[in-house]
């Protein structure tokens, strides 16, 4: 979670929350729990992010609290889907083939997409069968 949060700072801000010229003074500024320079973003975003950046992982944001986070969805909307939930990729032979003639064998690829991990076999999977249907 803490990681999570200092990507969220990081995508929020445009810089790391802590930087510094060593390891050693980098570990003292994240062990302060501070970061360099206050968040400038919505109520809701500083609050989440200030969550995930709590020192004490026992006192840390859980996963619950964060994909129920008032930022995260907001009243009115439907929750975050259930990473469990997640449905499979249908599969797409064409994009198959394509990823074959950039060097990605197609079992590979069928292998990866049945599984329904999420790695770089996926991701540029999905990425291209998005294009084709935008298409």
């Known amino acids: 979670m803490w990681s999570l949060g200092v990507l969220l700072y ?3 801000s445009g810089f ?9 003074a980098l570990g003292k500024k994240v062990m302060k729990g501070k970061p360099d320079k206050p968040l400038r973003a919505s109520d809701g975003a500083i609050e989440v992010t200030s969550r995930m950046l ?17 930022w995260l969805a907001p009243t009115g909307t439907e929750a975050p889907l259930d990473v469990k939930g997640v449905e499979t990729t249908a599969w797409d032979e064409s994009v198959a083939a394509r990823l ?6 197609t079992a590979l690829v ?3 997409v049945a599984s329904g991990v999420t790695n770089h076999v996926t991701a540029a999977y999905e990425m291209m069968q998005q294009a084709e249907r935008a298409a």
């Open 10 to 12: 990081t995508m929020l």
């Open 16 to 24: 790391f929350p802590f930087q510094a010229e060593s390891m050693e």
């Open 54 to 70: 709590v020192i004490r992982s026992s006192h840390r944001a859980d996963i619950d609290e964060v994909c129920t986070h008032g």
């Open 100 to 105: 074959e003639g950039m060097g990605c064998p």
């Open 110 to 112: 069928q292998h990866h």
